[in-house]
């Protein structure tokens, strides 16, 4: 975890989850509109323009991200996003905070 929420968070994040992951996830991973990855929404659509750093890194581990849309009628999506994360803690007992070594 990183005490900042910038750009290097983001993309550290990322590479150190797929290293604990074993891997990149197949299919498209689930984000909020956050500013480290979207330089704007188009619209109410699920269209962005990217971030050029983010552009660069998702093309370099070949990530599909799909981004939540946006006012009332995304905001339901990002408790969905939550709610996954979640399960999955619960789940994956190795990952846990609560578990120990």
Known sequence: MSASAGQ????????HAFNVLGGVPTGKIRYDN???AVASVIGFSRQRVEADR???VRSHYGIEAFYCQPGIQG??????IEGQIG???RNTSSLSPRSTP
Request: hydrophobic residues 50%.
């Open 8 to 15: 290097e968070a983001f993309f550290e994040g990322h590479v």
């Open 34 to 36: 956050l500013k480290a």
């Open 54 to 56: 983010w552009t660069a």
């Open 75 to 80: 905001a339901h999506e990002k408790g969905g």
């Open 87 to 89: 399960w999955f803690r």
